[in-house]
């Protein structure tokens, strides 16, 4: 029996927002933030982000409880502050990468405290634009420290890295699922995993649901964030919005590797109700995981596995687009 997936959201896009032109929806406190979430349907859990939105870890835990919220995972940034504008983990100022894992492992405390499970980091000021813009080998030997050292922190908080093909930077030294992976190898902290992010991998040309297969493969663990976009940028639309059938096929291997984690909303609500926004994505996921899980999945294996892609096809078109 497959389990409906659990559904939590990202605190930061449930008030308001702006991208270089526009700002969206209203401003709101952290304690509306997760009254709001309380009222979605078919959601229950968060990832706030550290130390920005989250306060004292006795208040934002009492809040969670009194909402019957549960912590899905604490996303910390190490891209705002001022001396990371050229990177955190990667600067060449020994004091400014001490910054940066300092924040990973006040974090790490921080999900502690509050009954998290993981910490998620997304490095996304480190990188580069131009050629000759930096030394790849030295930033690589920077990576590999200063997230070993905060990976090694308070283990049991497991650190989840979380790839971007680019933003803020031009490019992102973590860039794709195998580079993420040969990261954890050289780093060589078993309790470290991969954030896969459905569009991330999406616009930066992987296949996500063999990006979920390479994962699962691995030592390490990874956690999902969901959404859709348009393969050329990160809008963080709605779930199966345009790659309808990439998302059948990534969630179809989150079921075949037995993904139990939360499946986290990283989904930008502009110009749509954040409620609304936010119900969608987890409504249309377990419509489409149910009915993935009602499938003669042996035979479709087998289909898969004889490579006979017009059988494989008429099964589809049956079984999964009911045409």
């Known amino acids: 029996m497959i389990r409906t997936p659990r559904h939590s959201v990202i605190t930061s896009f449930l008030s308001r927002?702006?991208?270089?032109?526009?700002?969206?929806?209203?401003?709101?406190?952290l304690a509306e933030r997760l009254r709001m979430v309380a009222a979605m349907e078919g959601i229950d859990g968060v990832e706030a982000v550290f130390p920005y939105e989250v306060g004292e870890a006795s208040e934002f835990r009492q809040a969670m409880d009194a909402n019957g919220l549960r912590v899905a995972a604490i996303n910390v940034n190490v891209k705002a502050e001022p001396e990371f504008r050229n990177g955190g983990l990667t600067s060449t100022d020994a004091e400014v990468r001490a910054k940066a894992v300092r924040f990973i492992k006040e974090a790490k405390d921080y999900a502690h405290a509050v009954g998290?499970?993981?910490?998620?980091?997304?490095?996304?000021?480190?990188?580069?634009?131009?050629?000759?813009?930096?030394?790849?080998?030295?930033?690589?030997?920077?990576l590999v420290e200063t997230l070993g050292e905060a990976g090694s922190h308070r283990p049991e908080i497991p650190l989840f890295v979380e790839y971007k093909p680019s933003e803020?930077?031009?490019?992102?030294?973590?860039?794709?699922?195998?580079?993420?992976?040969?990261?954890?190898?050289d780093i060589g902290v078993p309790e470290m995993g991969i954030t896969?992010?459905?569009?991330?991998?999406?616009?930066?040309?992987?296949?996500?649901?063999?990006?979920?297969?390479?994962?699962?493969?691995?030592?390490?663990?990874?956690?999902?964030?969901?959404?859709?976009?348009?393969?050329?940028?990160?809008?963080?639309?709605?779930?199966?919005?345009?790659?309808?059938?990439?998302?059948?096929?990534?969630?179809?291997?989150?079921?075949?590797?037995?993904?139990?984690d939360y499946l986290?909303?990283?989904?930008?609500?502009?110009?749509?109700?954040?409620?609304?926004?936010?119900?969608?994505?987890?409504?249309?996921?377990?419509?489409?995981w149910e009915k993935l899980g009602a499938l003669d999945r042996d035979r479709f294996r087998r289909l898969i596995a004889a490579r006979d892609y017009l059988a494989t096809w008429r099964f589809v078109e049956k079984e999964i687009l009911a045409l």
């Open 196 to 260: 896969l992010d459905f569009g991330h991998s999406m616009y930066g040309n992987e296949n996500p649901a063999e990006v979920v297969s390479l994962l699962a493969a691995s030592p390490y663990d990874y956690y999902v964030h969901i959404n859709d976009n348009d393969g050329r940028w990160d809008w963080d639309y709605m779930v199966a919005t345009r790659h309808f059938l990439d998302y059948v096929e990534f969630l179809y291997y989150l079921q075949e590797t037995g993904y139990d």
């Open 116 to 142: 998290g499970d993981k910490v998620t980091c997304c490095p996304l000021g480190d990188g580069y634009e131009f050629n000759f813009h930096c030394d790849y080998g030295e930033a690589w030997r920077h």
């Open 17 to 29: 927002t702006k991208d270089r032109f526009h700002e969206y929806n209203e401003p709101k406190t």
């Open 264 to 288: 986290t909303s990283d989904t930008s609500p502009t110009r749509w109700d954040i409620k609304g926004t936010f119900e969608a994505n987890a409504r249309v996921t377990n419509r489409i």
């Open 168 to 185: 803020t930077r031009g490019r992102c030294f973590v860039d794709n699922a195998a580079k993420a992976l040969c990261l954890l190898n």
